[in-house]
């Protein structure tokens, strides 16, 4: 095509070409018209949370012939070398590096679509040092748990969100599209298949951390669309999610260290959110913090911590009203946190009468100045890894600015909405948003 | 530590700290005093340049008492099944696949410092699936090359530069520091290994492509700076580096698509900068662009030309005086390429008496208004992978903006460049950026 013949509207190349091209792909999960209350970009919806079975269509993608990922047509072989499991506290469960018997894996390529995944014993990946993978970040990945109930039921927590937010960042990297419902029974099988010994019915309260993942694996040095892609899903050990009973401390973030921008990716779950913000955040926890909480702009707007999303509680100037504030997506420089939509939706249906929910734009001037005249209530960093985390201090041009909290629980209302959390998660409430994962 | 002991000057988190950090480790590449003609941020020098034993001293942190990355300990095992080396302008040269007989890899890890290198056959990778590399884009490189001169002789180009560059690069995203001086001499090593048979000295004008690359290996999931790293340098064949005699097709980028940020790291090798471009690349190429020119800002500065620096020459408004124009380094958005560096210095010193060189914000409106008003004179793209591109369009805002050229040769001063340039790397002039391979 000539460039001459370029159309005036280059729509192709915008956010909302790449939403329309997740669209295509999934339908069904994608539906910016379905009344979400939390705001500007509410892209993923999780309406249909029974179960696999009854999860998310399928729907190829008309314009491709090619074989679309297929959960149905699964592969399985179960190790011979079981491997053992942590002691529930222990160092080896803490570490972050101890998965479980199995992983699933699943090949792509430009040329002949998805091949069979496969269910397999946990084991090393082999790159090629030419792998896209390894100099052009062009990986993405969810963060997921998988819950031991007290009803003794496993649980996954809205899994269509993730499984709809991967397709997004795949997507935001040039990685190849698929039907998130495929994914979700991907990691449904893989819950179910390893989820009764490494979470025995005897330790309700547990949980282990899901990370599906997709890398291009292209073995081929030129800059572009990967024509190769990995992708494997994963369940690790993970430490308790106790946070410190004095809460976290933050570092607000200076000028020259920024995590995020309008027209970037930190919107997405792609791996070059996060390597960038290790410097920052290793110096900040040599100097004593737990995370840094990322500013940005010139007027200082607050929009994460660490790589969880960020709210206050605080009582507004004029009025003394009430008010739950989180920085909006309007600009897609933060994540649609699965637990951030939680928290808004809860707290709206469940404390509308005493507090007002507010996505907006705001600054660390404005918090600090709440702070200094008694106004700030609580603050608290929510996540999946993390889950909520009531923040203690937060760190601000030269001064520590310490947030009220009871402690070992955090804020009234985010003990609250925490607890109202951990029922759905771990099935002492029966709600839409837990999804059982059924066990032989 | 407690937090209410941070000193009120935080700058071991800013870029300046960094930049520090480096020069701790080593004092001789770093030098932001050198007098370097070319801008805010010259870091970089490449003073020595006369072989590897007369290079850059190995400084030892003071503060790190455990073994550097030592050149000198390289162990050296050849392959015994030697690879075939493609025919000059074939498909499977052109595919960036096609790696040559050895690679080397080095490890290091926070508790063990450097491994011993190893020079070794190449072959692939082995990474869990919870390495941090996969996941977090925790991974930096290099891109140089290796060139069979017209003299006979096997050269690289200012490669103290590229090693100080992958030094700085490797600090911003948490990676272990290394004396640059040690990977000039494993690169030099390895092109010495394969150089003889992979480009014959009956080949004079080809190169080969040299990828330094650094890797988080750390088997775990925690989002921490990296325990445990690779650093791996291969050798790479390359399509032949000549352009479209046309020139090459830039889509101007829209708002919604921005490559890097203040405070970002838009100046590092880092992957994260790569990935994130793909869509907008992608759909450019798709529209038939070769690259996207990256703007940034409201006003729509002119920053870079897909992965490569960007130059233009026109004359100005007012009083008609040729200028050479690129854009500063100062906010630390755009790449400190060796060869826009070499451009600026070459064209300061052998075009002075007839064109400005001139580093500054510049818009795409004043590109735009120079071409209708018929004072754009020449552009070109500047980068290791694809040399001296000559720009022959760039889309803007709807519409197709000639630049002049000469078919196949470019405008008159990118030419001239372009062949200086050429002398240096392929020994038609002795030069001191010219570096020397001893061949056995």
Redesign the interface.
């Known amino acids: 095509?000539?460039?001459?013949?370029?159309p005036?509207d280059?729509s192709?190349?915008?956010?909302?070409?790449?939403a329309s091209s997740i669209a295509k792909t999934a339908p069904s999960v994608l539906d910016s018209s379905s009344g979400q209350s939390n705001g500007t970009s509410a892209l993923l919806t999780d309406k249909i949370t029974n179960g696999p079975s009854n999860g998310l269509k399928s729907t190829p993608s008309a314009s491709s012939p090619l074989p679309e990922l297929d959960a149905s047509k699964l592969t399985i072989t179960l190790t011979q070398n079981p491997r053992s499991v942590p002691a529930a506290g222990s160092p080896e469960q803490a570490?972050?590096?101890v998965?479980t018997d199995h992983?699933i894996t699943a090949q792509w390529t430009s040329s002949s679509g998805w091949a069979v995944p496969e269910l397999k014993p946990?084991g090393?990946?082999?790159?090629?040092?030419?792998?896209s993978?390894?100099?052009?970040?062009?990986?993405c990945?969810e963060g997921m748990k998988l819950y031991r109930g007290f009803d003794g039921k496993l649980r996954l927590f809205r899994p269509n969100l993730n499984c709809a937010r991967m397709l997004m960042s795949a997507?935001?990297?040039?990685l190849p599209s698929f039907p998130p419902t495929e994914l979700l029974k991907l990691i449904a099988k893989l819950c179910e298949t390893d989820g009764g010994k490494w979470l025995p019915k005897d330790q309700p309260g547990s949980f282990l951390?899901i990370?599906p993942?997709m890398?291009?694996s292209d073995?081929?040095?030129?800059?572009?669309?990967?024509k190769e892609a990995t992708l494997?899903i994963?369940l690790?050990c993970f430490p308790p999610m106790d946070s410190d009973p004095k809460g976290l401390?933050l570092?607000a973030?200076?000028?020259?260290?920024?995590r995020a921008?309008?027209?970037?990716?930190g919107y997405a779950k792609?791996?070059?959110?996060?390597?960038?913000?290790?410097?920052?955040?290793?110096?900040?926890r040599?100097?004593?913090?737990d995370q840094i909480l990322w500013l940005f702009g010139k007027n200082g707007e607050v929009t994460e911590a660490?790589?969880s999303n960020f709210f206050v509680i605080w009582r507004t100037k004029d009025e003394g009203k009430l008010q739950l504030v989180t920085a909006p997506l309007g600009e897609k420089i933060i994540l649609d946190g699965v637990t951030r939509r939680s928290v808004l939706e809860l707290a709206r249906e469940k404390l509308g009468g005493e507090l007002e929910v507010v996505e907006r734009k705001y600054t660390m001037a404005e918090v600090a100045e709440a702070q200094q005249e008694g106004r700030l209530v609580e603050a608290f960093a929510a996540g999946t890894?993390f889950f909520i985390a009531p923040v203690g201090?937060i760190?601000y041009h030269?001064n520590?600015l310490g947030v009220p909290l009871e402690e070992g629980k955090g804020g009234k209302y985010t003990y609250q909405l925490k607890t109202w959390l951990k029922d759905i998660m771990w099935g002492n409430q029966q709600h839409e948003w837990g999804y059982v994962i059924e066990e032989k």
């Open positions: 095509m000539a460039p001459s013949a370029v005036q280059d192709t190349l915008t956010a909302n070409g790449i570490s972050q590096k998965c992983m946990y090393p990946l082999t790159l090629m040092p030419t792998a993978c390894l100099h052009y970040a062009t990986e990945f997507n935001r990297i040039a951390y990370r993942t890398i291009a073995p081929a040095l030129g800059v572009q669309r990967p494997f994963i690790t401390k570092l973030s200076k000028n020259d260290m920024v921008w309008p027209g970037g990716f792609v791996g070059a959110n996060y390597g960038p913000s290790l410097v920052a955040q290793g110096e900040a040599a100097l004593g913090f660490g790589a890894a201090l760190h030269g520590d």
